[in-house]
């Protein structure tokens, strides 16, 4: 009881010095660890108590308390005999903490870690015209369309975006896009005329991550189909041997499971040139889920691109100067909805990637018609000729928690064979040609790394045309 007392007044005396010298302590350890380390400072009613894992404690001063005169006679006391029970702690439980990889830095570099964070937040978060609250938490940005990140690359800065390119031949769009096809939308609010809609990126986005420059970036991979891939596992339909100048197809979005923060679950297409070592060039768009990146489980509506295999370009969505979007209805990064439900209602997105015959730029295209926006040609070496190979597929990562294999579902979480309204699909896979012709698959192939955790079955027919099934589970009595 005597003892309690005694570390609550050493509590106050530290929030009064800290409010005297402005001292900062964030601490990002464990629940578990912040329980067994009693020294880790807690905030008084005068501050917000944020002790969540991942997160930074809001930097706020307290206001000195008022202190009892009794409490200055035992200060000096208490703060040594504190002291002396934080190094005996802090002894015991180092060990402890080295294990588990979990340090708490030093105030000064917390600070200048938050200084850092904040810098960049300053740099993708552009001013916004107007802003709208999304049901799922998200904030959508209205951004004037010339001051997206894209325009801070040297060579867009001043520009504006070009006018739309001419259409693959045989491709006859509408223009139309589903309405309720994001959730920010539900609101009924739009961006004007002029912007562009941008998922607001938060600190707790960027913590998520392992370091800031590593945010909005896939982790370093091979992306050779016939090997294994760093916990990267593929379920693909493929075609190579030509020379490629964009891909299309519809994709099933569905709500897969991922078990951790660590892992993510993503259906794509991929338009890929380069030699699959460091020069690898990739172009994609689809649908994932990462609770890494966006903090939950929704499907998101993506787009990323890299020029040295994932190296050090590139990035997903507008999370740095690159993809250049031209569309107001559309928030690239930003929720799905609706999603598909087994045996239920299907829904599925149209993509279009494609080469301009003219400027040589990559345009996107959702739907029948709506263009997203497009990927300057100056960012890549190999793609700004074509592309060699077209993916399309699932992908999951596998971090083997309990050193089993991840549980973490691909597509509907169901097996190709189950077939419609039960696996994950896509349908009408196309590519575009040399002469800017929109035609179908003449020799697809399919690919899956581990058969029984995820597989692929592929078809033909009139109404579909090229497609396949595919997906899985993850861990079961096949795949231990």
């Not at 994609?284 to 040295?308: I, K």
Request: net charge positive; glycine share 8%.
């Amino acid at each position: 009881m005597i003892i309690s007392r005694w570390m609550d007044l050493v509590g106050v005396a530290f929030l009064c010095a800290k409010a005297r010298h402005k001292w900062y302590h964030f601490d990002h350890s464990r629940s578990r660890q912040q329980q067994q380390h009693k020294c880790t400072e807690t905030q008084t009613g005068f501050q917000k108590q944020t002790t969540t894992q991942g997160s930074f404690s809001n930097m706020t001063s307290s206001s000195c308390c008022k202190i009892s005169p009794i409490i200055p006679i035992f200060v000096s006391y208490l703060l040594v005999l504190s002291s002396s029970i934080c190094l005996v702690h802090s002894s015991d439980t180092g060990k402890n903490l080295n294990a588990t990889n979990q340090t708490t830095l030093r105030p000064e570099e917390e600070l200048h870690k938050l200084k850092f964070i904040r810098a960049h937040l300053n740099k993708i978060n552009k001013p916004a015209v107007k802003t709208i609250q999304s049901p799922d938490g998200d904030i959508i940005d209205c951004v004037e369309t010339h001051l997206q990140p894209a325009f801070d690359h040297p060579k867009l800065k001043g520009q504006r975006p070009l006018d739309p390119p001419a259409r693959p031949n045989g491709h006859n769009p509408s223009g139309m896009v589903t309405e309720e096809f994001q959730l920010w939308s539900f609101s009924g609010e739009s961006c004007p005329e002029g912007t562009i809609p941008i998922r607001r990126t938060t600190e707790q986005d960027v913590l998520r991550a392992t370091s800031v420059r590593k945010f909005g970036r896939k982790k370093i991979r091979r992306v050779r189909r016939d090997t294994n891939s760093n916990g990267h596992e593929h379920a693909v339909g493929y075609v190579t041997g030509d020379q490629y100048y964009g891909a299309k197809a519809s994709i099933n979005v569905w709500a897969p499971r991922v078990v951790n923060q660590y892992e993510f679950s993503l259906s794509q297409m991929w338009v890929i040139s380069g030699s699959f070592g460091d020069d690898l060039n990739t172009i994609e768009a689809g649908w994932q889920v990462s609770p890494e990146l966006y903090g939950d489980n929704y499907p998101r509506f993506f787009t990323y691109w890299t020029t040295d295999a994932y190296q050090a370009t590139g990035c997903y969505n507008l999370l740095c100067s690159g993809f250049v979007q031209t569309n107001n209805r559309i928030a690239i990064g930003a929720a799905i909805s609706p999603t598909s439900s087994y045996n239920g209602g299907q829904f599925d997105i149209s993509l279009l990637i494609w080469k301009d015959p003219k400027h040589g730029n990559w345009w996107l295209e959702f739907g029948s018609g709506v263009l997203v926006g497009y990927w300057p040609s100056f960012l890549f070496t190999h793609l700004t000729d074509h592309a060699s190979m077209v993916q399309f597929g699932g992908e999951i990562v596998n971090s083997r928690p309990s050193g089993f294999h991840t549980s973490t579902q691909m597509g509907s979480g169901h097996f190709a064979g189950e077939g419609f309204g039960k696996a994950s699909y896509f349908r009408n896979l196309q590519v575009v040609d040399w002469d800017n012709n929109l035609i179908p698959l003449s020799n697809l192939r399919v690919l899956a790394d581990h058969p029984n955790c995820y597989d692929i079955q592929g078809g033909i027919n009139r109404v579909w045309g090229n497609y396949f099934y595919y997906g899985g589970p993850g861990k079961n009595p096949r795949c231990p």
